[in-house]
């Protein structure tokens, strides 16, 4: 692909003020520019794609029709929302992308006044968008709010929380559902456009508005007419489930008419209370290849469009992820455990169980983007002897930790958390960070927390967890870890055990999970003890105090905020037992960090392995700082 496009419609563009001045005529081809110069750009960059693709024209749509950003516009999880920065003022940017000092990968709200509400989980849009409605009838601004989610959001609890608020409030604004599960059905066409182009029409309302003013004076008329409505509407429309929560559903809608689009936006602009609109896309539309498999398609890495992603002709050195370890076992647990269950919330791919639910799809469980749920449907299976195992990512279960603890925690329930990305997770920045998960987790009763230094002990820990009687979370970071080697015979580790790596002089560094190989560098150029901790609860306590006796410097380093920390839970078996003891902690700071690599993060964080030396030489006397560094 050439260095240069041809753009030049959004050539003129640098604000939505901007793409107001063309006429509607010309918006079909600045649709087909956006996705040329999406194609383009992430395609160099790589960043989250198909999603995108797949609302050029609604992304358009509203913000031709609407006054953003007076107007606000919310983006559900942000996946989406590309083009919605290519269109206020970042298309120049796009390239930078989720890369270090680069652009957001979600909205933002300190990287522009058009990114209203910030995101990065999904589920949270209706909540925002309600929010910003009832802000704006307490001020009498008269700002539209619209929320955009997808239909795999939908599946949340949050969503009809926040709708079953909104019909009460009966609050003026707009959710549109892209619904992109499936390809355009043929009912979504001239037909049914017109339909949701009239169910959306002043005429439509104004007899709907009437009818219920005359009727409503009629014992039993008013009932009988609503559910004759709902009834004609459900031959046609899937409606009736957001009509009881007290929005008018409008659609489905073709999401790529634009024509269709931009009517029956302008219709619904103009309506009261809190309207729904569904409308019908195609993920990766545009691009042939994103079309075919989106699944493939939603989070790139660099490709040559013209070929499109092709499988790397060199093999991997790097040895395999923490996420392919974790399916690994879970394929061969299951095979020796007919009581073995898997759930995830929504995170099959990523959570490394594609080939586990080829191999055993009656014990996977994929409960969507359902956080809560998978941890009690979990409890549940565990009160009726199964043997559940959760797969999700740290920064998701922050929002079960109800469920984990009156759930789990509180009636001592043997339900094995296989926590992903925990640490830093690069690109996607601080939403999905998985900082806080030690902090928050250790504090509880009944469970027990290890953090595996590598591969193979990420894969016996997980057989560790699984043979409890109580809960159990293995936390470990994404990606490759040092490189050993998986030994395929499973071992249960003592509880409660840490491993001297090294012995050394003076000072000791006790280094949890993925930390504990560059503190093993080190500690060879500092001649200190090194130990691999393994144990954030219960801890090795024994240990800590013989390692006490024998340094005069206790180090801990973790890939968790410092506050709440494994290191704060060293500090505590000391001063429990009354030992007057030099000790530093050292981990993830107190601050959001900038989204980038995860090299770039823990680097920024000081815990890569300059950091963590510097950090370490910081704590000795200049003597033996000099004496230590000189002989290595």
Not at 9 to 30: F, W, Y
Not at 185 to 212: D, E
Not at 450 to 471: H, S, V
């Amino acid at each position: 692909m050439s260095n240069e496009i041809n753009t030049p419609l959004l050539d003129q563009i640098d604000c939505p003020a901007d793409l107001r001045r063309l006429p509607e005529s010309q918006l079909e081809q600045l649709v087909e520019e956006i996705r040329l110069f999406l194609l383009h750009s992430v395609s160099k960059s790589g960043g989250h794609f198909a999603a995108s693709l797949g609302v050029a024209e609604l992304t358009v749509a509203l913000h031709y029709l609407y006054n953003t950003p007076e107007d606000r516009l919310v983006w559900d999880v942000g996946h989406q929302a590309y083009i919605h920065k290519i269109l206020t003022g970042r298309k120049d940017q796009l390239h930078s992308i989720r890369q270090w000092e680069g652009l957001a990968p979600f909205p933002k709200r300190d990287e522009s006044e058009y990114d209203c509400f910030g995101v990065g989980h999904s589920s949270t849009s209706i909540s925002a968008a309600l929010g910003m409605s009832i802000a704006a009838a307490r001020n009498g601004s008269g700002r539209k709010s619209v929320a955009i989610i997808g239909d795999g959001g939908l599946t949340a609890g949050m969503v009809f929380e926040a709708m079953n608020h909104a019909g009460a409030e009966h609050s003026d604004m707009l959710v549109i559902l892209n619904d992109n599960n499936m390809a355009i059905s043929p009912n979504v066409g001239a037909l049914s456009n017109r339909f949701a182009q009239l169910l959306s029409g002043k005429i439509y309302s104004s007899v709907r508005k009437s009818s219920k003013k005359v009727l409503s004076n009629i014992p039993n008329a008013l009932e009988i007419a609503k559910r004759a409505e709902e009834h004609v509407k459900g031959l046609i429309t899937p409606g009736t489930l957001f009509e009881e929560f007290g929005f008018n559903y409008i659609g489905p809608v073709d999401g790529h008419d634009l024509p269709a689009l931009m009517a029956t936006l302008k219709n619904v602009k103009e309506l009261d209370g809190p309207q729904f609109l569904h409308i019908i896309t195609k993920k990766g539309k545009g691009y042939a290849p994103a079309e075919q498999d989106p699944v493939k398609y939603h989070g790139v890495t660099p490709f040559d469009p013209h070929k499109g992603i092709v499988p790397s002709a060199k093999p991997s050195s790097s040895g395999p992820t923490y996420s392919k370890v974790f399916g690994d076992w879970a394929i061969d647990m299951a095979n020796e455990d007919r009581r073995f269950v898997a759930i995830t919330p929504a995170m099959r791919e990523g959570s490394g169980l594609v080939q586990f639910e080829q191999e055993h799809p009656d014990k996977y469980f994929d409960v969507a983007i359902a956080e809560q749920h998978s941890v009690t449907v979990a409890a549940a299976m565990a009160c009726d002897g199964l043997k559940p195992v959760v797969a999700i990512y740290s920064t998701f279960l922050q929002r079960a930790y109800d469920q984990l603890i009156h759930d789990v925690v509180v009636q001592d329930l043997p339900v094995l958390f296989a926590i992903d990305r925990a640490g830093c997770v690069g690109a996607d920045g601080a939403t999905h960070n998985g900082a806080y998960d030690l902090s928050f987790m250790r504090c509880l009763p009944n469970i027990i927390i290890m953090a595996p230094a590598d591969e193979n002990e990420c894969r016996q820990m997980l057989y560790t967890g699984y043979k409890q009687d109580c809960a159990v979370a293995v936390r470990y970071p994404r990606g490759t870890g040092p490189g050993v080697e998986v030994q395929k015979e499973m071992t249960e580790l003592p509880i409660g055990k840490a491993e001297i790596k090294r012995k050394g002089k003076s000072i000791a560094i006790l280094a949890f999970g993925a930390m504990v190989a560059d503190c093993e560098r080190i500690a060879e150029d500092l001649n200190a003890t090194v130990v691999n901790m393994r144990f954030v609860k219960p801890m090795d306590e024994s240990l800590i105090i013989d390692m006490c006796a024998e340094h005069d410097l206790i180090v801990t380093v973790e890939e968790n905020s410092i506050q709440a920390g494994a290191g704060s839970a060293v500090n505590e078996v000391i001063a429990a037992h009354g030992i007057a003891q030099r000790i530093a902690n050292y981990g993830l700071p107190d601050r959001l960090l900038p989204h980038g690599s995860r090299e770039d993060m823990l680097r920024d964080a000081g815990l890569d392995y300059d950091g963590i030396l510097k950090f370490i030489t910081e704590q000795m006397d200049d003597s033996e700082r000099e004496q230590r560094l000189s002989s290595a």
